[in-house]
Structure formats: structure tokens, C-alpha cells
């Protein structure tokens, strides 16, 4: 069974630094773009940011200059690095992955969602 395994969340104050984990396991060969997203209650999920294969990134204009996205494929893992966090960054954060099961066949692959307060 394929699947990701997230890690990180939590509460902290407004101000402070955060860091998300995602892990793939199981049978995988590869990883094509991975992803977080996040979503706060009464609204859509959004993307918050996104990187390729070949290391391209991609942020939402909210989080641009606060946020780092970076992946490590020896570990099949990705990482969100959040800084100089806000409260209206408070939402469910959610890990996607594009796998490679084998020649011609991805499975498009979602965490389970790890919560992120930042209050006072």
C-alpha cells in the first residue's frame, strides 16, 4: 500500500517559525510534483505551494517570501518551511503527491491533513 505521512503541525505564536513533513512509502518508483495545500474553516482549499521533479517552484502571492517548500528524493520526502507565520495562516495543511507506481501509471495521493494554529 502506497501512501503519505505527515508531521509537523501544532500551535504557535504569531511571529515564530514552523516546519511540515510528508513522507511517501510503500512501492513507489518515483515522484513527479508534490504539494501543500491548506484549508481554513468556511473556506476552499487552496494551494500554497508546489514543486516539480526537476526542482521548480511555485507559491501562493500569501505566503511568498515567508515560505519554503523543498523535497529530498533519496527520502521520498517533501518539506514546508513557514515562517514569520500569521494568524490567518490557521488551517488544515494537506501534503499531495503525484506517484509513480510503475511505466505509464501515477496515482495521484493526498495526506491526511495536519492542523496549524497561530494564535496568541
Known amino acids: 500500500q502506497v501512501q503519505l505521512v505527515e508531521s509537523g503541525g501544532g500551535l504557535v505564536q504569531p511571529g515564530e517559525s514552523l516546519r511540515l513533513s510528508c513522507a511517501a512509502s510503500g512501492s513507489i518508483f518515483g515522484i513527479n510534483a508534490m504539494g501543500w495545500y491548506r484549508q481554513a474553516p468556511g473556506k476552499q482549499r487552496e494551494l500554497v505551494a508546489v514543486i516539480t521533479s526537476g526542482g521548480s517552484t511555485n507559491y501562493a502571492d500569501s505566503v511568498k517570501g515567508r515560505f519554503t517548500i523543498s523535497r529530498d528524493n533519496t527520502k521520498n520526502a517533501a518539506y514546508l518551511y513557514m515562517n514569520s507565520l500569521k494568524p490567518e495562516d490557521t488551517a488544515v495543511y494537506y501534503c499531495?503527491?503525484?506517484?509513480?507506481?510503475?511505466?505509464?501509471?501515477?496515482?495521484?495521493?493526498w495526506g491526511q491533513g495536519t492542523q496549524v494554529t497561530v494564535s496568541s
Open positions: 499531495n503527491a503525484d506517484l509513480i507506481l510503475d511505466v505509464g501509471w501515477s496515482y495521484d495521493c
